[in-house]
């Protein structure tokens, strides 16, 4: 019977090993021993292996066959870091970083420039700036990051970090926080032809001049202009990728939508040299729902309450309190306003023309109203006699045209002189005898018809009087009348002719005005 071989000792391999061998067949063994202690150099990788080597052990020269070529496939998959590591050795040995990477000093390198946006993250009116996350997408050639994929396994492409190799400065010009250019904490990816592709994450704050003419229903127009800090034309150039923004990954902002983002390639000039950059324009578009319910309807219907002031009856004493709280609200909005909008002389908001409209309103309400108020209070006993046209036209002609009620006739009844005749009784001295007493009963008469038509008179004045008052009160009522229609038209037609160029704007901001 034959048995095959068993490795009973072996002096060669360490303990470990050899209580894992002793008992396997040798040709199993010094396979495993190579594999170990050549190639894997791995405890991880030892520990997977080895399950398919006591199967290997088991069934025999197929699966030994089988595991053969495993451990040539795991001894290539290892290799491939190590060739990873010549291959940067060799490529970064001599490299110098701040060295352009061109074979002539007349070549220029150029660099394919895109962007991506991600957020827009403010747009800051009081300061006039515009902050955004972006992506700067940017490729180059690097001739001294060349090799050839065949001497190094196959690799076409490693990732390097980007302190390591050459960076075309650019940077963002109208930044506003200090901060040029994009992270430097990402690697660049290097193609075995010397592509080099950098795809760097950046948080700017650019400036933007802002246009808040049409408050709360405007549209900004801002822009990043992109170039090389320290390189002219003819050592780098810059190559747009795509006119469009990307917007794949954009986070959508809740008070501002983005109508379009496009970029364009410009180029200034100072003296022989040019200096080529690429701008971003971003026509924004607010969206004015907030302020609209929060800002535009309070102001307006403190504009209606004005109108009401007139609708109160003069006799009330909050009619000025009225008209003066309203002014007052009016002033606390304009405030909030100043707090959003930037300090500029070149334009006025349209809220803010708004506001000084309604204030203008509400001051001359006030106005009106104590004017309203004195001519309640006139009668015959403060010297203000009611001039006929005054009579004729506020108790008879305007109570139609305002749809009131007519005021009735009232009968005048003239003041008695004193030097009337019939002012003073007439007193006879009584003769003496029969006849004098009837003279003195007939004194007596004359004294009681006197007295009668003393009262009489108090009376009518007192009549006279009161229907003064009452005439100049119901002129206060036409004025007042008078004063809520002109008011509510002006009101009215204020508003819509304020408002209508904003709306109009607003309706066709579907299609974007020309980047200026």
Known sequence: MNHRPRLQSVPLYPSPIRSILRGVPVRHARLFYVFVFTKMKSARVVSAIFPLFLVAMVTGERASYLLSNLIESAGEFVSLAEREDTLLRDLFQGYQKW???????????????????????????????????VWLWQEWVDYK??????????????????????????????????????????????????????????????????????????????????????????MVDLVLVNQQVDRSDFFDNGEWEILSATGAKGGRHDGTLSYPFITYSFILKRL?????????????????????????????????????????????????????????????????????????????????????????????????????????????????????????????????????????????????????????????????????????RHIRKENFIREVVHDWKFVAQVLDRIFLWVFLIVSILGTILIFTPALKMYLLSSSPPLAP
């Not at 002389?345 to 108020?373: A, H, N, Q």
């Open 288 to 456: 004015p729902l907030f302020y609209t319910l929060f800002l535009i309807i309070p102001c307006l219907g403190l504009s209606f309450l004005t109108v009401l002031v007139f609708y109160l009856p003069s006799d009330e004493g909050e009619k000025v309190s009225l008209s003066t709280s309203v002014l007052v609200s009016l002033t606390v909005f304009l405030l909030v306003i100043e707090e959003i909008i930037p300090s500029s002389s070149k334009v006025i908001p349209l809220i803010g023309e708004y506001l000084l409209f309604i204030m203008i309103f509400v001051t001359l309400s006030i106005v009106v109203t104590v004017f309203v108020i004195n001519v309640h209070h006139r009668s015959s006993a403060t010297y203000h006699p009611m001039a006929p046209w005054v009579r004729e036209l506020f108790l008879q002609r305007l109570p139609q045209l305002l749809c009131m009620r007519t005021h009735t006739e009232r009968y005048l009844y003239p003041e008695l002189e004193p030097h009337s005749p019939d002012f003073k009784p007439r007193i006879r001295k009584a003769p003496p005898g029969p006849e004098g007493e009837g003279q003195a009963l007939v004194n007596m008469l004359e004294k009681a018809t006197f007295s009668v038509r003393y009262i009489s």
């Open 99 to 133: 060295v352009r990477p061109t074979q002539h000093s007349n070549n220029t390198v150029k660099v394919r420039f895109g962007l991506k946006i991600s957020q827009l993250v403010d747009v800051d009116e009081k300061n006039q700036l515009m902050t955004t996350n």
């Open 145 to 234: 990051l060349r090799w050839n994929p065949e001497d190094y396994g196959g690799i076409t492409f490693i990732r390097v970090p980007t302190e390591s190799i050459w960076l075309p400065d650019i940077v963002l010009y109208e930044n506003a926080d200090g901060h040029f250019e994009g992270s430097l904490m990402t690697k660049a990816i290097i193609k075995y032809n010397g592509a080099v592709t950098w795809t760097p994450p950046a948080s700017y704050k650019s400036a933007c001049t802002m246009d808040v003419t049409f408050f709360p229903f405007d549209r900004q127009n801002c822009s990043m202009k992109f170039g090389s800090w320290t390189y002219d034309g003819t």
